[in-house]
Nanobody
Framework: QVQLVESGGGLVQAGGSLRLSCAAS????????MGWFRQAPGKEREFVAA????????HYADSVKGRFTISRDNAKNTVYLQMNKPKPEDTAVYYC?????????????????WGQGTQVTVSS
């Protein structure tokens, strides 16, 4: 079992920056690939970014590529999402998730554990 707790959400102006954190506890964090997803009201949960267990493989949704950066610190059992130049359309609840799959995956059903989510609101 892995417990995930997101933090760092809040209100940010478009063009600003925000860093989300996801702290993991339980089983060995470094065994898991990690992902960030988001869900806006009335929309399905969508993939944002993923990072492999070692950090050597990173992938982004086209909508955030060049603006968001995912990283992890296995010594601190934490994964981060640096959000630079956010846009109002980035407003959503952001979730981190953990998967035992080798490689990476953008599919929510492939993730085994989820955090409770943190709200990000980008004002124009």
């Amino acid at each position: 079992q892995v417990q995930l707790v997101e933090s760092g959400g809040g209100l940010v102006q478009a063009g600003g920056s925000l860093r989300l954190s996801c702290a993991a506890s339980g089983r060995t964090f470094s065994n898991y690939g990690m992902g960030w997803f988001r869900q806006a009201p009335g929309k399905e949960r969508e993939f944002v970014a993923a990072i492999s267990w070692s950090g050597s493989s990173i992938h982004y949704a086209d909508s955030v590529k060049g603006r968001f950066t995912i990283s992890r610190d296995n010594a601190k059992n934490t994964v981060y999402l640096q959000m630079n130049k956010p846009k109002p359309e980035d407003t959503a609840v952001y979730y981190c998730a953990a998967t035992l799959l080798i490689g990476w995956t953008p599919t929510p059903d492939d993730y085994d554990y989820w955090g409770q989510g943190t709200q990000v609101t980008v004002s124009s």
